[in-house]
Each structure stands twice: as structure tokens, then as C-alpha cells.
């Protein structure tokens, strides 16, 4: 029997109270009339709005469908399903509202109209080329892109992604910067509790901000000498580390043990499930606000330049290889899951002899031991 596509029935609908609204309907697997309210007609005044507004509806419903035989798909029908049916399931908030972002600012004004099957490699690729925006965005966009069709090529409205061939190098202009010895110790003096304690932490473990404030102290074994990264929070929200690679157990250097137990007696919040460096009200604290607050005026008065959050997972980094740390011994500190992300950046695990060992070299060097 031939598959029969279901375009649904688009109408407006008057209601009572409030502007009249577009409503589709569509027959769903027990025959039975479904409807959806799609909009009001002051956020849709026409129906070519409200009929790319139902596209992603009608893509769903003929899903079991050789779709590219009965109806071809926009790319901006194909965004609009992405974030109804994928993002909510395979993404964070955060990320849902950064490919909400790159999709509506960048990839909709020029790509939006086009028929998914009509996107060209080299098209793509020329666009990218000559788009007036960084490099580091423009790898943002083909990253997005490319993950965007590949899910269109599961959901089999295509044959190939035609974005896996665009090349798009997001590699920085700028070496990012990392501090001195002398510039951190003179940062350091700058600092105040419990600020100094965060700053010397994030340095001596190479830990990323979202990691640090939401550490709670059941993650620190006093005993044992190593400190486990579970979680970390973006946008206020907590959730499981960026990669199974940054989940991982960390040998904890005694010099800094000791500065953390000090934290902690003078510290209100310390319960096990209480965060390390909570605030007044035993929350967690926001990057941003201490950055502004605190450490970009510590910088300012050290006199050694712009200082942000990474500029200290970078100089771990750099001090790892001062040392002349192995690279794969400075990728498992670094928690990295391959090796041409850490060069290109200047599960957990046991902590080996090797890793403590160079731990301890850096951390001893910022405690100037």
C-alpha cells in the first residue's frame, strides 16, 4: 500500500476572549482528529507565518513516511522540530538556549527558506567564508549545523549530511594567556579570603569556574588526598560535568589540603552536601559576580593585566609543562578526553603516582614551597 502524506488542516479559530488563534489539525494512528493550537494571529498575522510555524508538526506526524518523496522540508522547518523534539532530550538548558541563539541569529536569516535537500556543501562553505564574524562563532555555527543535519539524516528526510565536509578552523588567533609565577604570586597577595583559597584551588587543580563552585565537601578526601569532580553549573543550572572526561578523581597536594581545612573551620556551611565555598545563605556563588567583584580588581591592583576565570586553568596548564609533565600525564590532569584538545589548548580514574607527583610540583610552586 502507498504511504500517503498527512498535511493536516491549517485554520484560524475566533475565540471569545483574546485574539483568534491558528489551529492544525491533523488525524493521529487511531484515526481520531488531533488538534494544536499553534499561535495567535497577532504573533502569526499570515499563513505562510503559520505555515512554517506547523512544519516541524507535519514532519512529526508523517515521520514513518519517506518524507523527501511527498514534501520537502525547510531548514527552518527542520530547526523548529530539532528544538520540539531533540534538544529537549539530548541537551542541558543552557545549550538548548545557545542553539536557540546561533539558530535564530545566524543560521535562519540566511538558510531558514531553503529546502533541506537543496543545501550545497561548498554553499555553505562560501557562506561561512565570507560571514563577518570570528572565527571561534563561525566553528559555533558549522558545529551546530552539522549536528542539526545529522539529525535530519536520522530522521531520514536526507541521504548525507551536507555540512561534514565544510571545513571551519575555530583554532584562536591569540595565544590565551596564562599567568607568571611572579604575576600570580603578586595576585595572590591581592586577594582576600575566601577568594585567595578559590583562586589558589582552581590554579592548583586546573579546574574550570562551573566546576569549582559546586564542589561540596563529601567530594574532598582528606585521608586519601584527592578531591573528585562530579558536577558542575551553568546558567544556575547544576548537572553532570561538560565531558565524561572532566569526571574524574584529582590528587589533592597536602600543602593545599591544609589551606582548605582552614577554609572550612572558618567556613559556616560544612556538611557534607554543604558547597565548599558557599555563600551567605549556604548557596552556591555566581562566576560572573565574583569575577567583577573580586578577582578583576585584585588583578587591577597587582598590576598584571586582564585576569578571567580560565586564565587560571591555563596557567595550571602552562606550569604542567614548565616541568616538563608528560603530555599524556598533563591530558589526565587536565581531564581532556583527546589529546589534540589539550595541545590546541596549550572516566574517572585512579590517581597514579605520575599524576600526583607533577600535581604536586605546580601546587608546590604556587604555595612557593
Known amino acids: 500500500m502507498t504511504a500517503r502524506y498527512q498535511y493536516g488542516d491549517l485554520r484560524i479559530r475566533p475565540r471569545k476572549k483574546g485574539p483568534d488563534v491558528w489551529q492544525f489539525r491533523y488525524f493521529d494512528e487511531k484515526g481520531d482528529r488531533v488538534p494544536v493550537l499553534i499561535g495567535t494571529i497577532e504573533k502569526l498575522p499570515t499563513r505562510a507565518e503559520a505555515e512554517r510555524a506547523v512544519e516541524h508538526f507535519r514532519m512529526k506526524i508523517n515521520s514513518q513516511n519517506p518524507q523527501q518523496q511527498f514534501h520537502r522540508v525547510t531548514v527552518g522547518g527542520l530547526i523548529d522540530r530539532f528544538m520540539a523534539e531533540y534538544a529537549p532530550k539530548h541537551c542541558r538548558l543552557n545549550t538548548q538556549k545557545c542553539y536557540r541563539g546561533a539558530f535564530d541569529k545566524h543560521v535562519r536569516p540566511r538558510w531558514g527558506n531553503e529546502f533541506v535537500d537543496s543545501v550545497r556543501t561548498m554553499a555553505v562553505q562560501d557562506w561561512l567564508d565570507n560571514y563577518p564574524h570570528s572565527r571561534q562563532v563561525k566553528a559555533h555555527i558549522r558545529r551546530y549545523l552539522h549536528i542539526l543535519f545529522n539529525q535530519a539524516v536520522r530522521w531520514e528526510l536526507l541521504d548525507r549530511n551536507p555540512i561534514t565536509l565544510v571545513q571551519q578552523s575555530g583554532k584562536r588567533l591569540k595565544t590565551p594567556r596564562a599567568l607568571s609565577l611572579e604575576e600570580f604570586k603578586a595576585y595572590l597577595a591581592e586577594l582576600r579570603e575566601p577568594h585567595k583559597t578559590m583562586v589558589l584551588v582552581a590554579t592548583g587543580l586546573g579546574l574550570r569556574a562551573c566546576e569549582l563552585l559546586v564542589l561540596i565537601w563529601s567530594d574532598i578526601d582528606f585521608e586519601r588526598l584527592t578531591i573528585s569532580i562530579q558536577r558542575s553549573i551553568v546558567a544556575g543550572e547544576i548537572n553532570s560535568t561538560k565531558t565524561t572526561a572532566s569526571e574524574r578523581v584529582l590528587p589533592l597536594d597536602p600543602g593545599l ?113
Open 257 to 369: 589540603a591544609e589551606i582548605l581545612l582552614q577554609h572550612k573551620a572558618r567556613s559556616t556551611f560544612t556538611a557534607d552536601t554543604d558547597f565548599v565555598f558557599a555563600g551567605p545563605t549556604g548557596k552556591w556563588l555566581w562566576k560572573d559576580g565574583l569575577l567583577a567583584v573580586h578577582l578583576k580588581p585584585a588583578a587591577v591592583r597587582a598590576k598584571i593585566g586582564n585576569v578571567g576565570w580560565h586564565t587560571l586553568r591555563h596557567t595550571y596548564r602552562a606550569m604542567l609543562k614548565r616541568n616538563g609533565t608528560a603530555l599524556e600525564v598533563q591530558k589526565e590532569l587536565m581531564r581532556h578526553s583527546d589529546l589534540k584538545i589539550l595541545l590546541t589548548y596549550g572516566a574517572e580514574s585512579e590517581v597514579t603516582p605520575a599524576n600526583r607527583e607533577a600535581n604536586s610540583r605546580v601546587v608546590q610552586m604556587l604555595l612557593g614551597n
